[in-house]
């Protein structure tokens, strides 16, 4: 479930990620060390469509905008994780919290930086009697804190106070470990939750409270020798072994293949990293030619990136999407006037503005309903706030441009356009395609560190059922960052089950490599 804190509100525009809800914990596979790494495994369940929960993306987006930091986070070590898997959507481990341990299933999620259970004093929410309870007076090593906490999600949120305790994780025991004792869990997202909390491992800065992660507190007590952590997540849903597995402290060379590719930390905070050229089918997308930022995520199911790009390709796979007026009308009234003026070498940024649908501020068009990065105030220019008409028209500006440099004729430029209308991503951030095409679908590739990791069908498709029953639904959904912060991709579980993920705290470094 994508439950990053809100850092730049994007989910305002209702677009909603396909965050699967994760598996029931059940009996957690004894740990086990090999070479000097503690692991935790996952398990499986059959893929059950009316039991998994649908979670906006605007959870990550309201992390990534800017207004807050309401993030989950957390810091592993030496130590091996096994997680679960709930319909290739969210991987679960066990932990304990207190002295004896007190078992919890939690989300490992490098998209937050607190660590949060349900508390015992939970009384009026119905979704704390559905899952374990941490009691207090039952740990021998619990501390009082006692300072309150409260994180919004975009379909959910959790509130309580801060209490500090031991935390078992694997074979490491964290502690004096300040977490969240969730006392209120409303609505429904938790209700039908697998899971009972989250566990984070983004950095502190986007910690809610300032509460040092357990991760941080891994290192900081000498649990782990080499501050990395790993992920190598089962995308055989329907597998009887393993679903999966996090190491702290290093890697299993049996979970990849080759080398890693390894970027920089560009923004700490999340796991960001700038990423190049998205292709699809071989040719090039054009949007982030010039470069595009990217996150790595644990927590959230699928594959986030730009409206335009999503588009292309929902277009290229069959996806359904929706029809959107707006676009179609840029197509008819201002379609050749905005091709025009790309041929004429007009700088793009400054087309829409041009043709009197967007207010240029300097460096971009201004997009109607983005929050800024820095503060939770909307996004002006010279006082005005753009409309719909002016995202459509700067998406139309992007897929004319791509049309451009492949050179197809002004007839075929306004035609395709005009179809990309038809196949905008649905605002509930799910698109059906037809399980018998997945054998006519193209690649998608994402250019990181200079090399090109491709995701096939069989990798970006989730299918649902079995036989006739069966039912499959794109992995991609859209969501839109401004600058300075993006354009944005977010890396899910999608792309992270078929690359094997590393995450060099030391170095401040995120590496890929084929999983095995």
Known sequence: MDLLPPIATMGTRGLALLLLAAVLLQTLLPASHAEGLVRIALKKRPIDRNSRVATSLSDREDLLGGGGANTLRSEEEGDIVSLKNYMNAQYFGEIGVGTPPQKFTVIFDTGSSNLWVPSAKCYFSIACYLHARYKAGASSTYK???????????????????????????????????????????????????????????FKEISVGKAVPVWYNMVEQGLISDPVFSFWLNRHADDEGEGGEIIFGGMDPKHYVGEHTYVPVTQKGYWQF???????????????????????????????????????????????????????????????QILDLLL??????????????????????????????????????????????????????VWMQNQ???????????????????????????????????GSMPDIEFTIGGKKFALKPEEYILKVGEGAAAQCISGFTAMDIPPPRGPLWILGDVFMGPYHTVFDYGKLRVGFAKAA
């Open 274 to 336: 700038d990423m190049g050229d998205v292709l699809v089918g071989g040719k090039s997308t054009g949007f982030c030619a010039g470069g595009c930022a990217a996150i790595a995520d644990s927590g959230t199911s699928l594959l986030a990136g730009p409206t335009a790009i999503i588009t292309e390709i929902n277009e290229k796979i069959g996806a359904a999407g929706v029809v959107s007026q707006e676009c179609k009308t840029i197509v008819s009234q201002y379609g050749q």
């Open 404 to 438: 451009l440099a492949q050179n197809k004729t002004q007839d075929l430029i306004l035609d395709y356009v005009n179809q990309l209308c038809n196949r905008l991503p649905s605002p509930m951030g799910e698109s059906a395609v037809d399980c018998a095409s997945l």
């Open 344 to 397: 004429a070498e007009t700088q793009p940024k400054k087309v829409c503005s041009q043709v009197g649908l967007c207010t240029f501020d300097g460096t971009r068009g201004v997009s109607a309903g983005i929050r800024s990065v820095v503060d939770d105030e909307p996004v002006k220019s010279n006082g005005l706030r753009t409309d719909p008409m002016c995202s459509a028209c700067e998406m139309a500006v």
């Open 144 to 202: 009082k804190n006692g300072k309150p906490a409260a994180i919004q999600y975009g379909t959910g949120s959790i509130a309580g106070y801060f209490s500090e305790d031991s935390v078992t994780v694997g074979d490491l025991v964290v502690k004096d470990q300040e977490f969240i004792e969730a006392t209120k869990e409303p609505g429904v997202t938790f209700l039908v939750a697998k899971f009972d909390g989250i566990l984070g491992l983004g």
